[in-house]
């Protein structure tokens, strides 16, 4: 019953990352590579629902895209890691319930599920 309780309250966070992903194969091709920093804006914006839910990580995601700017020096800025998780990111990037994940895929060294960083 817990782990139900905890798949339907990873459902908006899921739900998220549709869009996003839609977006990164939509329409991000259309601009092609724009972004100063790496991962592109989009894939962090991603990252950063995928680890910290629909609400902070779109927070995260908007103050990202503030910071990508003409005027901006741009680098690496890798989503942080957050201190505590009960989830894993599936290799498709969706959230599961940790027991659901383990049984479906290998587990990365840090805890999170293999994910490739694609254009975009």
């Given at each position: 019953m817990r782990e139900l309780v905890?798949?339907?309250s990873?459902?908006?966070?899921?739900?998220?990352?549709?869009?996003l992903?839609?977006?990164?194969?939509?329409?991000?091709?259309?601009?092609?590579?724009?972004?100063?920093?790496?991962p592109s804006c989009s894939r962090y914006a991603l990252e950063a629902i995928q680890r910290y839910g629909v609400v902070?990580?779109?927070a995260r995601g908007a103050w990202r895209i503030a910071r990508?700017?003409?005027w901006a020096a741009g680098g690496i800025d890798d989503v942080?890691?957050?201190?505590?998780?009960n989830f894993s990111i599936t290799g498709s990037g969706f959230v599961l319930p940790r027991r659901a994940a383990r049984a479906s895929a290998p587990v990365a060294p840090h805890g999170l599920l293999v994910q490739s960083h694609g254009k975009g």
């Open positions: 905890l798949f339907v990873l459902l908006p966070r899921n739900v998220a990352i549709v869009v992903r839609a977006y990164r194969a939509v329409i991000s091709p259309l601009y092609g590579e724009v972004c100063r920093y790496h902070a990580g779109s990508c700017n003409p942080p890691e957050p201190r505590f998780q």
